[in-house]
């Protein structure tokens, strides 16, 4: 099974940090390729990273249709171009707020996100909603680190990610925690062993759903919504993308 692993900003370090923590969770049989886009924002923190984002995005979903890739995530909190995605690919994709979100919704009768900046919180109460979240999701915390810090040597992000991740198990009576950026995903196993909760990865969760999608056979339906973009010409910096 091939699963391209898709970080929809630019910054290989963090894609590679991401293909780690994928290949780590992935079966054995499972063939993991982590890639970035070559164009856009270099970090998503905001809806004009996120709008910018997604051509890259999607060049990387056409390009993986051309490899026979069998599943898809996208890995930024903000799902960025999901429903685009499912349209152009065969197999599944899954976003990590998507797979995080149902994964704590397992685990506890609440749960709570811990993010980079207050400005994507918006982005991830929507997110709730529109997975059928809203009623476990007690709170979504920003810790006002820039995703691009948060892999600074010394910095003090895993000290102030932790201390948030206490003041939600404490202030939010949260049972489960999710970390609200790919950023984070190295961080998980440290982060429950300190605050005593499940901590969900949406990195890992959403590389082990779409396995489990595609050995189950399953696939986005194409009946309608989701069904393969009508032909249509593309102009300017976008001609490429004509379908
Ligand atoms: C992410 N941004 O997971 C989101 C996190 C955020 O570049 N990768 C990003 O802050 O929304």
Redesign the pocket.
Known sequence: MLIKVINP?TTWSMTEKIGECARSVASVGTTIEAVNPSMGPA???SHYDEALAVPGLLEEIAKGERDGVDGYVIA???DPGLDAARELARGPVVGIAEAAMHTASFLGRGFSVV???GR?RGRAWELAARYGMSSFCRNVRACEIP?LELDIPGSQARDVITQECKRAVEDDEAEVLVL????MADLCSYLSAEVGVPVVDGVAAATRTVESLVALGLSTSTRSEYAAPGPKQYVGALRGFTV
């Open positions: 900003n970090s998503i923190e930024c909190f903000g993010t980079t900046l994507t995703v609200g950026c790919a950023g």
